[in-house]
């Protein structure tokens, strides 16, 4: 099964999120990530054990916190327009610190590239001239979720399989 695990966002925010990407899409191109679909990867497992990987994810203690979503990015070299904090919450790294140590400890073999927290919004853009100023967003972190991706011809289809409170 093909796992990872992730923040997901409230419909609210998602939605905002999703109609701020369609106004850089007619500017960019590209192909929208879909509404339900739009979260931000804490750590990709690749094909993994559900089991094992929450059990690992069980170890993990977070802090809640509110994650600003205060920056637009082209990144050229994968073509994606992203959003994400202009500096990330320590809560949020320390969050992500953990698990992928939990999950390491359980033999996950992980990117080893540092935690960049963002959300993609446009795969297969091209580069937008300017991009439009960001609505204001409230995406409370409370939670952290293990998810199964499926490939579809229409992009991946996203199941949350479980979910891992913060205090």
Same mark, same amino acid.
């Given at each position: ?7 997901w966002? &409230?419909?609210?925010?998602?939605? /905002?999120? /999703?109609a701020w990407? /369609? ?8 192909? /929208? ?7 931000l990867?804490?750590?990709?497992? $690749? ?6 990987a &929450? ?6 203690? $977070? ?6 979503? =205060? ?8 073509r994606?327009v #992203?959003?994400?904090?202009q ?5 949020l790294g ?10 390491? +400890?359980?033999?996950?073999?992980l990117? +080893? ?6 959300? =993609?919004l446009?795969?297969k ?5 300017v ?7 409230? #995406?409370?972190? +409370? ?19 479980? +979910?891992?409170?913060?205090?």
């Amino acid at each position: 099964m093909r796992l990872f695990f992730a923040l997901w966002p &409230s419909p609210e925010t998602a939605q /905002a999120l /999703a109609a701020w990407a /369609a106004e850089v899409q007619r500017a960019c191109g590209g192909r /929208a990530v879909e509404t339900p679909n739009i979260h931000l990867t804490l750590a990709f497992l $690749g094909d993994a054990d559900p089991d094992k990987a &929450s059990a690992a994810a069980r170890r993990v203690s $977070g802090t809640s916190f509110e994650l600003p979503i =205060t920056i637009g990015k082209y990144w050229k070299h994968n073509r994606i327009v #992203w959003v994400g904090p202009q500096e990330m919450p320590s809560a949020l790294g320390q969050l992500a610190e953990r698990l992928q140590l939990e999950l390491f +400890r359980d033999g996950f073999i992980l990117d +080893r590239r540092p935690f960049a927290a963002h959300i =993609t919004l446009l795969r297969k853009a091209a580069r937008p001239q300017v991009l439009p100023e960001l609505p204001p967003l409230a #995406w409370p972190a +409370r939670e952290f979720v293990l998810v199964s991706s499926t490939p579809a011809n229409s992009g991946s289809r996203y199941e949350i399989i479980e +979910r891992f409170p913060l205090r």
